[in-house]
């Protein structure tokens, strides 16, 4: 007779089994919950994975505004945008480019894309050349 069919075998499975979802509800529990927690549009990644550029953006308040989904929020989302045509509220046309997005984020009411209200803040003095860089290269891998 194999001793899972007798009541007291039962017993230990069940036990056993319920021990182990008692330990991963808990190791969830403690841990946050499985993740870092990201404002809307952010790319829920933990921070020891997170790419620079995004660490800069989260940590800056960017995804408040900016989606990684292509989600429209208060401004532009990122994803696809580099290299791309956009129409500024004045008609011209641009490229997201390096420039474009250095410009943007020293300067943000010089070319305000159409459909959106300039209510970005300068990040002049915040952010160094070198945190600039890091999230250009992150929205270049946003294609």
């Not at 984020?105 to 050349?129: C, R, Y």
Request: glycine fraction near 10%; charged fraction near 15%; aromatic fraction near 8%.
């Amino acid at each position: 007779m194999d001793w899972s069919d007798l009541p007291i075998g039962r017993l230990i499975i069940a036990f056993l089994l319920a021990a182990v979802i008692a330990t991963f509800a808990l190791a969830f529990a403690i841990s946050g919950g499985g993740g870092t927690s990201a404002p809307s549009g952010a790319p829920a990644t933990p921070a020891t994975l997170e790419p620079p550029g995004a660490r800069i953006a989260r940590t800056q308040g960017c995804f408040t505004c900016h989606s990684t989904t292509g989600e429209r929020i208060v401004g532009p989302s990122w994803k696809g945008i580099f290299g791309q045509q956009v129409t500024l509220s004045d008609g011209s046309t641009v490229t997201v480019d390096e420039a474009y997005i250095r410009e943007s984020v020293l300067n943000p009411t010089a070319k305000v894309v159409e459909g959106f209200t300039p209510v970005m803040p300068s990040f002049q003095g915040i952010l160094s050349d070198q945190d600039i860089t890091a999230i250009i290269d992150y929205i270049k891998s946003l294609q």
